[in-house]
């Protein structure tokens, strides 16, 4: 069976690097593999690179930026069809269609042959324009009106119902099965454009190998990290972006008690930990963008707790990553966090835009090593119980092999 994804890059950004360790996970169980994406990292020749016209995209992204549509200039995915990777696929696996790389209207012509499962990232699918509609839920009933067009991706024009309206046709031409990676994405498809497919929940799976516990003490050395700290970690592509909601850690933090701050200290992972470091007042360690395993998986061992206090996600790989190694969490009740910070088993969920309920839950975590230790314990028993990248894929396996069958009984139809 051969499988082309079609994503934003290889490994640069969090579907990025879900893909990337799906595709991984498919060729370890003789899959063979292959991606089409918008930015390339690697230099692997089961990643090729989507060719651009820039000469025509420029002036077309002139005029549908200012109409208030993102992507439509992408003329060139309409060729995809021409490309080796494309003639040899027996499916498609969509994964990240935005990031300013792919015209979602070439869909219809790029499933018309053959069938793709579309992995959602994110709500940008089935939303006038973003990627994550916060307390909006005008998406269900044709968007217009946006209460947030600066949200990623922003748009300088409202034109979010007629986006929506764009996409709605799109699905109405399409062959596809969606993947949802959360149980909170699950319920809002099935509310979408896009409840007219069979819906799957798949979660994102991880190498536990690549990620488990490490020695704590040895860790810590490796980092400088001073002897008697407790050590709190946040990471993130990008530690200033507001949906990652660094702006909340800073006040939580500066609501710790002084007996307890003093004694803390803050490791990050992710471009601007220096801004972070200078207001939150107290010891920092900035790792930087950091993408090999093994750095990552030395950082989360060396934490007493991953504090991420996102504002919108799906299922962060930064909490995923976290539980494999076997830190306990804490992060607020939004989206598909739920799923791996789980209150007394895994970490402390607070209230969504509560800094003081935030900060309660570091304090109660950083005080009780006996509640510690247990959720260290029960982080990587649900890591290797529902999350290994072998499951993951083998579940990509089957649901592959169900979408082709379907499609060749669907053919066979036609035929007689």
Known sequence: ???????QSDISGGAAIAGYRLHEGLLAQGVDSRLLVG???TSSDRVALLQRNKRIEKPLWSVSWRLGFNYLNHINSFDIPKHSFYKNADILNFHNLHNDYFNYLAIPALTENKPAVFTLHDMWSFTGHCAYSYDCDRWKTGCGQCPYPEAYPAVPKDNTRLEWKLKNWVYSKANLTIVTLSQWLTQQVKQSILNRFPIHYIPNGIDTEAYQPLDPEQCRSLLSIPVGKKVLMFGAESLTNTRKGGDLLLKALQNLPPSLKAETMLLTIGRGG???????????VNLGYVSGDRLKSIAYSAADLCIFPTRADNLPLVLQESMACGTPMVSFKIGGVPDLVRPDVTGYL???????DFCHGIMQLLEDDNL????????????LAEYPIELQAQRYIELYHQVLNRQSRSEQKVSA
């Open 372 to 383: 510690r230790d247990r959720m260290s314990q029960n982080c990587r028993a649900i890591a």
């Open 39 to 41: 930015q390339v990292e």
């Open 350 to 356: 607070a209230t969504p835009e509560d800094a003081d």
């Open 274 to 284: 220096e801004a972070i470091s200078e207001a939150v007042g107290m010891t920092t």
């Open 1 to 7: 069976m051969n499988v082309l994804h079609i994503n």
